[in-house]
Structure formats: structure tokens, C-alpha cells
């Protein structure tokens, strides 16, 4: 197995070494329902399938049309048809698996398409703490304005890997507290980048970002095994980090440019 290299210094946040724990998610015998390789506030898993807009209990005012409406999975999905590559190389979605999974780019986001492994570390509560996880790390890449770490069964987040010389997250405007709309099936969900993972493996989000999307978020057995598209854009951020209904409007607004946009 590749050694996780170390996480470097963010300017935005404090952030954690490498966590052998990280790299141990990705070498446990993958369950029957999965396959698989850094954001803030709560969520609500019996949420329907496209988050509310509060817009949308508004009376229409001039001009308002389909820019007004929430995007779908279906919109996003369209726009991240094509892929050129912004990665060097692939990644795997788990240890010994085939490279196959590229970090595709535009002129606003950088995305991929994955499964999703179940990140529990951080603070540790109920459903992510050293018993229910036997690769629990008490940390997280990125942690929130009080210096805590965050917690991945309240905050939704994603996993970005670690930089190599794959790919650097940080050369494409990506940071911790980065806005990520995150598409499974027919349901689009917004995240922030908290916490960073294997420098070969991609594909991974909280307990909560699973849990919102209707994917199991057991940390043992949970995850998708396929069919996750991961958008982040590029010079977001949310402040703090654990802000999620920031980051849930900054998503909404960020995605509808995406999709109404040619970058």
C-alpha cells in the first residue's frame, strides 16, 4: 500500500497530519453494497429528494423563469458529461483496486465520479467514535472556527485526497470550507471540503453527507459502491466551516451559475 503522505499547512484552517486511519478505510474488505478513495452544518435525512428553496413559497417576481428554480441532479449531471482531466493520472476508490477514476475540470469546478466510502472521524458522537469505527481518527484535515475538529455525523462533508503527484487539490482553487454540490441518483446535496484522504484513493463523505443522500453511512458496511459525482467549485469557501446553511445556499447559487454558465 502507498503511504498517505502528509497533509500540508492550509492557509484558511488549521489542519492534521496524515491519519494512518485514513488510509485503513481503503484496505478493509469491501462490503456487498460498496466499492471505494475535506464542510459543515446539519441535515435533514428525511429531507426530500431536491433540497427546499425558499424562493419557491415566494410569489414570482419580473423576470423569473427556470434560473429561479432549484438545480437538478439531472442539470448537474448533464454538465459534468464530459471530462478533461485536470489530474495527472487516476485514482483508485480503494486499496488494490484499478485506477480508474480521473479529477475532471472546468473553468468553475473540478469534479468526479466515484463510489463513497464513510468518513467517521473527527469529533467523536453516537453513530462515529472508536467503537463503532475500528479506523476512527479523532481528527479531521480541516476543523472548525473554534479549533475543534469537525464532526462527521453533523456536518456534511467531502474527502479530497491528498496532494501527490496525482493531483493537488490546492492548484485548482480548492480548499477546506470549498462549496461541493455532491449527486446520487435523483437527489443533489451540498457539502464543504473537511477533510483530506489517501493521496491514490478517491471517494469518500461524512456520515452526514451520506445520510442526506439516502446512502447507508455505516462506517463498517455503508457507502455506494458506484454512481457518486462529486462537484467542487473552485474559489468557494464558507466561513466558518461549519456553517452548512451558508454552505447549502452558496451551493444552490454557485451550481445554478454552473449549470446556466460555459466555464
Not at 45 to 59: L, N, V
Not at 94 to 106: E, F, K, L, M, N
Not at 227 to 245: C, Q
Request: proline letters at 11%; charged letters at 25%.
Amino acid at each position: 500500500m502507498t503511504p498517505v503522505p502528509l497533509r500540508h499547512a492550509d492557509p484558511v484552517t488549521p489542519r492534521r497530519d496524515a491519519d494512518p486511519a485514513a488510509a485503513a478505510r481503503h484496505s478493509r474488505p469491501v462490503a456487498p453494497r460498496r466499492g471505494a478513495d475535506l464542510v459543515t452544518p446539519r441535515h435533514d435525512p428525511a429531507a426530500p429528494h431536491s433540497d427546499p428553496d425558499p424562493a419557491a413559497s415566494r410569489p414570482p417576481g419580473p423576470g423569473a423563469g427556470r434560473s429561479a428554480d432549484p438545480v437538478s441532479a439531472a442539470d448537474l449531471l448533464a454538465r459534468v458529461r464530459a471530462c478533461t482531466p485536470v489530474s495527472r493520472g487516476r485514482y483508485r476508490t480503494d486499496q488494490g483496486s484499478r485506477a480508474t477514476v480521473p479529477v475532471c475540470g472546468t473553468r468553475d469546478a473540478v469534479f468526479w465520479k466515484a463510489d463513497m466510502d464513510i468518513d467517521c472521524d473527527g469529533r467523536p458522537g453516537r453513530h462515529c467514535n472508536a467503537r463503532t469505527d475500528p479506523h476512527f481518527s479523532a481528527s479531521t484535515a480541516f476543523a472548525r472556527s473554534d479549533g475543534r475538529p469537525l464532526s462527521a455525523e453533523k456536518l456534511p462533508y467531502v474527502v479530497v485526497p491528498a496532494p501527490s503527484a496525482v493531483w493537488n487539490y490546492r492548484s485548482d482553487g480548492v480548499r477546506g470550507g470549498s462549496v461541493a454540490a455532491v449527486v446520487y441518483r435523483d437527489r443533489v446535496r451540498y457539502a464543504v471540503v473537511g477533510d483530506t484522504g489517501p493521496g491514490g484513493i478517491i471517494g469518500e463523505a461524512s456520515y452526514a453527507a451520506a445520510e442526506s443522500l439516502g446512502i447507508d453511512p455505516d462506517p463498517r458496511a455503508g457507502g455506494a459502491p458506484s454512481g457518486v459525482t462529486y462537484i467542487v467549485f473552485k474559489d468557494s469557501a464558507v466561513t466558518p466551516v461549519e456553517d452548512h446553511e451558508a454552505a447549502v445556499a452558496k451551493g444552490k447559487r454557485l451550481a445554478r451559475e454552473f449549470v446556466n454558465g460555459d466555464g
